[in-house]
């Protein structure tokens, strides 16, 4: 850095304080190698053309969080193998034994890059469809060679609501009185199920007070919509598992049992084709 003037190594010494920054927050991920940002599902129904691009240019974009970043580099091929898009969520590995048998088991969490933001004050949906704080879980076991997958995503109520903050401790939902919400819900539901498949809704706020008023706002739309890809359960999570009681849970699972039968994961054989049933997918919907 000889070279350098006083005000250079000075704006040096700031941007590499910034990507230390950036390197540090926790939840980033990326992978030199693995498409991070699809599903075993999605991958295993790609042309040969989709497999020889880069990890930049088949990236889901609902999952890339540099993607501004990497514009002006996406127009360049050559530099490609140095753009890699950056995750954001969590993601964990762990080896296990059941019975002496030893399998990967691995969890993706994928955040989406689209109406992210802080509790309270990013809520509901924007007029594209795009709920807040939307992430897509991807269960992943990998024993000798073959691989399971089982995909749930969550997202805020998608319709067009708020949850100001201000002096009180739990501020009041804010159900808009001018916006189309059958619109933006339409647009939710309408990509869930192109990318996934027939969904199984769970929502899991409270079904009385301040709260009461988003749960009738949400199984309304789901009536009005009449879709044969839709089932909407709600279950009253703080009322039903109140003072610790997580088995009844119970409760909620004995709903769903029906309707798991009906879901699918996908299972990759060592060696083999992955099955190619459509994913029926859980879509579990909370705060």
């Not at 005000?7 to 939840?27: E, P, R, S, W, Y």
């Not at 997958?149 to 739990?170: E, M």
């Not at 009449?226 to 009681?245: L, P, Q, T, V, W």
Request: a positive charge; one cysteine or more.
């Amino acid at each position: 850095m000889l070279h350098l003037t006083d005000i250079q190594l000075q704006d040096n010494k700031t941007f590499l304080a910034m990507l230390n920054h950036v390197l540090n927050v926790d939840g980033f991920y990326f992978s030199t190698t693995y498409d991070l940002t699809h599903t075993l599902q999605r991958l295993s129904n790609t042309s040969p053309e989709f497999q020889e691009m880069s990890l930049l240019e088949r990236a889901d974009q609902r999952f890339v969080w540099n993607g501004h970043l990497l514009r002006e580099l996406s127009a360049q091929p050559e530099v490609h193998r140095f753009a890699l898009p950056v995750l954001h969520g969590f993601i964990t590995m762990h080896s296990c034994s059941i019975n002496g048998k030893y399998f990967d088991w691995i969890l993706i969490s994928r955040r989406s890059c689209f109406r992210a933001g802080v509790r309270y004050y990013v809520r509901g949906i924007d007029s594209e469809g795009h709920a807040a704080n939307f992430v897509e879980t991807e269960q992943i076991v990998h024993y000798n060679g073959s691989k399971a997958s089982f995909v749930q995503t969550r997202g805020s109520i998608p319709v067009f609501w708020s949850q100001r903050p201000n002096l009180k401790y739990k501020p009041l939902p804010q159900i808009s009185k001018v916006a189309n919400h059958m619109d933006g819900f339409q647009r939710h539901f309408d990509s869930q199920v192109i990318i996934y498949g027939k969904q199984v809704i769970i929502n899991l706020i409270n079904q009385k007070g301040s709260e009461k008023p988003l749960e009738q706002t949400f199984a309304t739309m789901v009536s009005s919509l009449g879709s044969g890809m839709m089932r909407y359960i709600a279950f009253d999570f703080h009322k039903e598992c109140k003072n610790m009681r997580w088995d009844r849970l119970s409760i909620l699972l004995d709903q769903v049992a029906e309707m798991q039968d009906e879901l699918s994961g996908l299972c990759w054989p060592g060696g083999g084709k992955p099955g190619r049933r459509v994913p029926k997918q859980l879509h579990g919907l909370s705060r």
